[in-house]
């Protein structure tokens, strides 16, 4: 077994807990420190790990000899904290989505290629079995040639979700719910259906008091000339309704769904759906962390053998582009075109 890597942990709320409760369950990182604006939530993390708190990254990383760091902060501060890593040494594994927008997201990338360092992004959706069988099935053109596709993300998202923490549903810091929300989905279909040339969609802020959209309801041309939906809210009364993804090829449909981790529609060839369903049904239930713990297995195996990650930045990176042209169509009210984005 290979010595653990040295971690840094940035951002202890939240999505830093899932962060340290898959670290429990791992042996290829050591928690060697951890940093939070908040030194009390810092050092709370740290006490477990016999790690030394910071009330600052840039703290942290010029007093500790790093190798990676995890960087789990507001959506908008990605970019900035993970340049000052890269210029650290240290291979990033960023919580998603990589940055607010893609010349951000264009500039981390260029800087650690020239740094020869890794930047994953916990896009793990990707690795759920449910997905990464369906992505199997269509990079064997086990679908055909796939004509039609779709998202749907709509969950409950109470107004004390956002009250609770400033930066939730402000433009600068979270994005909206396609950046927040409906981008793990969104990186599915885009793995499934490749690059995207063009894009419509509206936008409304429907039942929440903040900066950013709630609702979204736009389309998407493929460079393939397929054609798909995607639609996503928080504004779903009580409890999440569906994160649903549809495939539509012309020798085949997969549907996943009601949640991620479910498939709901199986008609591929000669396989039986039903049997399909049952083995995932019957696989070991998957603990609240695990999702996270998949991303650092992955995280470590390519920094350790010099190669990308599954979920590298560069796989990411697409999606950041087409929720930036999104939101760019509905606030100029005409479609986009990708390249706008990513010649910009």
Not at 187 to 192: E, G, K, P, R, S
Not at 248 to 274: F, K, L, N, T
Not at 288 to 315: C, K, M, N, Y
Request: aromatic share 4%; net charge negative; glycine share 6%.
């Amino acid at each position: 077994m290979p010595e653990p890597l040295k971690l840094g942990l940035i951002g202890c709320g939240k999505i830093g807990q899932k962060h340290l409760q898959a670290l429990v369950h791992q042996k290829d990182f050591v928690l060697m420190a951890t940093a939070d604006t908040e030194l009390e939530r810092a050092q709370a993390a740290s006490v477990a790990f016999d790690a030394e708190a910071y009330s600052s990254a840039l703290d942290m990383l010029n007093h500790e000899t790093l190798q990676a760091v995890i960087i789990a902060t507001p959506s908008g501060t990605h970019k900035d904290l993970a340049l000052l890593s890269l210029d650290h040494a240290c291979h990033v594994l960023i919580e998603k989505p990589l940055t607010l927008n893609y010349r951000d997201a264009r500039e981390v990338l260029n800087h650690a290629q020239a740094k020869d360092l890794r930047v994953s992004v916990t896009q793990f959706n990707r690795l759920l079995p449910s997905v990464s069988r369906m992505l199997q099935v269509v990079a064997e053109d086990g679908l055909g040639r796939i004509i039609n596709g779709g998202i749907s993300v709509r969950w409950a998202r109470p107004q004390s979700y956002y009250d609770e923490a400033p930066w939730r549903g402000t433009r600068s810091m979270d994005g909206g719910v396609l950046f927040n929300q409906a981008i793990h989905a969104l990186d599915v279909l885009l793995q499934a259906m490749g690059p995207v040339e063009e894009v419509f969609s509206y936008a409304a802020t429907m039942t929440h008091q903040i900066e950013a959209e709630d609702t979204v309801a736009g389309t998407m041309r493929f460079v393939s000339g397929a054609l798909a939906s995607i639609v996503a809210t928080t504004s779903v009364p009580n409890t999440n309704l569906e994160e649903r993804i549809t495939l539509v090829g012309d020798e085949g449909v997969v549907v996943i769904g009601p949640s991620a981790a479910e498939i709901e529609v199986w008609r591929v060839g000669d396989e039986d759906e039903q049997a399909v369903q049952r083995e995932l049904a019957e696989l070991p239930a998957r603990p609240s962390w695990r999702s996270h713990g998949d991303a650092l297995v992955d995280f470590a195996h390519a920094i350790r053998q010099h190669t990308d990650p599954e979920l590298s930045g560069q796989s990411a990176i697409m999606s950041v582009a087409v929720v930036e042209a999104l939101i760019r169509s509905a606030l100029e009210r005409r479609p986009v075109r990708l390249d706008e984005v990513t010649s910009s």
